[in-house]
Every structure is written in C-alpha cells, then in structure tokens.
C-alpha cells in the first residue's frame, strides 16, 4: 500500500511537471518599455496591468516591464513599438504633436484645466488619434492624464513678466512653445534627470504636475508652487496590431479587459495624487501659493493665441475634436 502510495505521487508529480512545461513552452513574453520611475503612479498602474493580464490568462501571457527608459529611450517608444521591436509601450501623447496636432490637444495651455473636462476632451480626441496610429499599425489600449500642471520657481511669479529670461525645463514642443511666448528660456529634460538640471543650474523652473514635483523632490530646488492648473497632459499606452492579433482570441480579450481596467483605475490613481502630492510638497516646505488674477490673465492670453496656432496646424480633424469637445 505504501509502496502503491508512493508510486502513485510520484506519477503525480511527473505529469504536473509535464503540465507546467506545457504551460511554460506556450507562453508568451511581452517586453514593455515605459518612460517614467517606477513609482510613478502611472508605473505602478501598468505593473497592475501586467499583473491582471497574467492572471487572467494564467501565465499565458506576461508582460515584463522596462521603466524610466531602461530598455528604449522616451522618444524611441513609439516607433519601437510600431516597428515591432517591442509589442506595446507607453509614452507620452503630446510627444507626437510633430506628427498631427491632434495627438497634442491636451497639452493645449487652459483648452482642459480639471478631470471633468479631460475627460470630455479624451472622448473627442480618441476616435481622431485612434485613426491615426491604426495607419501605423499601432492601437491604443488606454490613456491616463497627469495632475493639473502647476508652476515651480525659485520666487514668486505674479505676473508672466516675472518669468522673463528663466531658464526652465520642457518636457515637449507644446511646453517649450509656451515658455517662449511667456519670454522664458526652454530646454527638454526628461523627468529622470530633473533633479540634476537643477542641481546643475541648467534650468531654474519647470511646469509639471504635483505628482513629478514631489517624486522628484522638488523642495531642493525651488521654493514655490504656484496652481495655475494649466492643463492635463496624458500618457498613451499602444500595442503593434500584428502582435496583438497573434494572440489567440481569449488572450485578446484578457488584454483588453485589463486595459479598460487599467483605464479606470488610472483617472482615479491621478484624482488622489494631486491632493496627496501637493501636500507633500507642502510638508517639505514649498509655497503652495494661488496664482494672481494678473498672472492667470497674462497666462490665458498666450493660451489663447497657442490655440489659434493648433487649429490651424490640426486641420479638419482638429475642427472635428474641438467641435465633439464643445458639445
Ligand atoms: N509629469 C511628466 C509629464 C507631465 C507630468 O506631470 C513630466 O514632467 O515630464
């Protein structure tokens, strides 16, 4: 009986052997580069992602991730999906303004400046970017904004003149555009290498949300934090169509059920950031400070001007979102 016993486990444990070799022989791995630290809200909402797809096709599929630009660089993301040498990644939309200016519409200065109102401007620009990346092969599978952006100096700005010639950080053409007008001195960094550009003196403030000011620990570099709420930026998380649809259906299904998941979830992760980071700002000492009717008036101003330029480079896919926004 014993022995019986005994013999009886050991099959057992040849066949789960045999099983999880079968397992493993079928699965497949996603590399996923994405642009931003890992613990970066919107980081640890595609590791929740991943988490999901895996447990949802049980281990068929895995998607491991390569943060803070480790495996592409920020603005190599997209074409390394769209040629295939990655499944999927994410970046951030407004970088492919250079390619139509509807991919950049939430980083229009004050066209968007709460959650109720990206929203709406999501679902305007959605239908208009998805067309646009499906002739690059490329679909999206959610988005999720930033926190309102807010300004960060070394004093107090109060009106635009005070931000006349300093040096400040960018983080796409659309910003770099707006420090211009606004008379300051722009220069693209990636949020890895905030600290060192300050620290460096290579810029003096920066427009960004709370959730990269306190991550990047902005208390050592500048001393206040003006709410402008200027506009919500997002971040776009696509997948190559031919990898996609290697997968058999249930797997398809699973990803995108993660994905609208990952969506929700996201708004609500960014929601709660802007109070939590703020107040973290503030218990390490930044100014948290209302910004004067002068300032957002002058602010506003370029704004407006910035949103003429748009519609005219966004041609009739631009009139479209703008139309579907305002409704
Ligand atoms: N953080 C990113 C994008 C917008 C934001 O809030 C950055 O500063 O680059």
């Not at 980081?43 to 599929?61: P, R, Y």
């Not at 499906?134 to 309102?148: E, H, I, R, S």
């Not at 570099?221 to 709420?229: L, N």
């Not at 259906?249 to 709660?272: C, N």
Request: glycine share 6%; aromatic share 8%; net charge positive.
């Amino acid at each position: 009986m014993r022995r019986l016993g005994r013999g009886f486990l050991l099959t057992c444990a040849c066949l789960t052997c045999i099983f999880c070799f079968a397992a493993t022989g079928m699965a497949t791995t996603w590399d996923m580069p994405t642009p931003y630290p890992d613990k970066t809200f919107h980081t640890q909402n595609i590791s929740q992602f991943a988490k999901d797809v895996e447990a949802a096709t049980h281990g068929a599929l895995k998607i491991k991730l390569h943060t803070a630009g480790s495996l592409f660089k920020h603005p190599e993301i997209k074409n390394a999906v769209r040629g295939g040498q990655v499944p999927l990644g994410e970046f951030f939309l407004s970088l492919l303004t250079n390619e139509h200016a509807a991919f950049g519409a939430d980083s229009q200065p004050f066209l968007a400046t709460n959650y109720a109102d990206a929203e709406k401007l999501w679902a305007a620009q959605k239908p208009v970017i998805t067309k646009l990346l499906d002739k690059q092969g490329l679909m999206p599978l959610f988005t999720v904004p930033w926190p309102p952006q807010g300004l960060y100096t070394k004093k107090a700005i109060n009106t635009v003149d005070d931000l006349k010639g300093i040096k400040f950080r960018a983080y796409n053409a659309t910003l770099e555009k707006f420090a211009n007008l606004v008379g300051a001195a722009p220069t693209q960094v990636e949020v890895p290498d905030i600290p060192q550009a300050f620290a460096t003196g290579r810029v003096e403030a920066m427009i960004t949300s709370p959730s990269t000011g306190a991550n990047s620990k902005a208390w050592d570099f500048i001393t206040t934090y003006t709410d402008i709420q200027a506009w919500l930026p997002k971040n776009i998380v696509v997948v190559n169509k031919r990898a996609f649809r290697k997968l058999d259906q249930q797997t398809q299904k699973a990803v995108l059920k993660a994905a609208a998941a990952a969506e929700l979830r996201g708004w609500e992760m960014s929601k709660k950031e802007t109070a939590t980071k703020t107040a973290i700002l503030r218990d390490n000492g930044v100014k948290i400070v209302t910004p004067s009717a002068e300032l957002m008036a002058g602010l506003k101003k370029v704004g407006a001007e910035m949103l003429k330029d748009w519609e005219k480079a966004a041609g009739s896919e631009g009139a479209t979102l703008l139309k579907n926004y305002r409704n």
